[in-house]
């Protein structure tokens, strides 16, 4: 599935994150997950980014980055409307490139691992509904991280500097 995604689209999701004042990510149930996490990784490099519906979730305007992880659902769709009649720039990381919600997008990343199953545009999956789409999009988020540190010219060292110290973890493991 990471192979088969196209490097000009990769090329497209990294500007459009330089260039955005605020980025806000979207996803739900196992989506979610990767959501969390890219968001995460996103503040440590010092990028103002936020998970849709948090409640320290600023509101999103002109010049704001919406990505929806996966795109696939009615509310999905309805958070990606609403972004773009408020002035943002809407991409998907979706599994079809052709939906409804696709082409309310700015551009899309096509992702084309199983969501739904038996469609010509996923590639299948043994495993049940959308895991393989669910697991690849973590990976891949975890990859437009490292690209975006080597765009920014953002050391792992930096970003530790802004994980959270509430934890003990460095004080714990020095």
């Known amino acids: 599935v990471l192979l088969d995604v196209k490097d000009g ?15 806000q990510v979207f996803g739900m149930g196992r989506m979610k997950c990767s959501v969390r996490a890219f968001v ?14 948090d409640t320290t979730c600023p509101n999103i305007g002109q010049g704001d980055l919406l990505i ?9 769709y309805t958070v990606m409307q609403f972004a773009k009649k408020l002035g943002a720039q809407v991409v998907a990381i ?16 096509n992702l084309r691992g199983q969501v739904h199953g038996n469609r010509a ?46 934890d003990g973890y460095m004080d714990f493991n020095v």
Request: one cysteine or more; charged letters at 20%.
């Open 9 to 23: 689209e990769v090329e497209k999701l990294l500007d459009a994150i330089c260039q955005a004042k605020c980025i």
């Open 40 to 53: 995460m990784r996103l503040m440590h490099m010092g990028l103002d980014a936020h998970v849709v519906y």
């Open 94 to 109: 979706t599994a079809n490139p052709h939906s409804k919600a696709a082409k309310l997008c700015d551009f899309v990343v």
């Open 121 to 166: 545009y996923e590639i299948p999956s043994i495993q049940p509904m959308a895991a393989l789409f669910e697991q690849t999009i973590f990976v891949f988020e975890d990859i437009i991280i490292q690209l975006l540190m080597k765009k920014l010219g953002i050391t792992a060292e930096q970003m530790a500097k802004r994980h959270t110290n509430l």
């Open 68 to 76: 929806a992880n996966g795109a696939c659902t009615t509310i999905c």
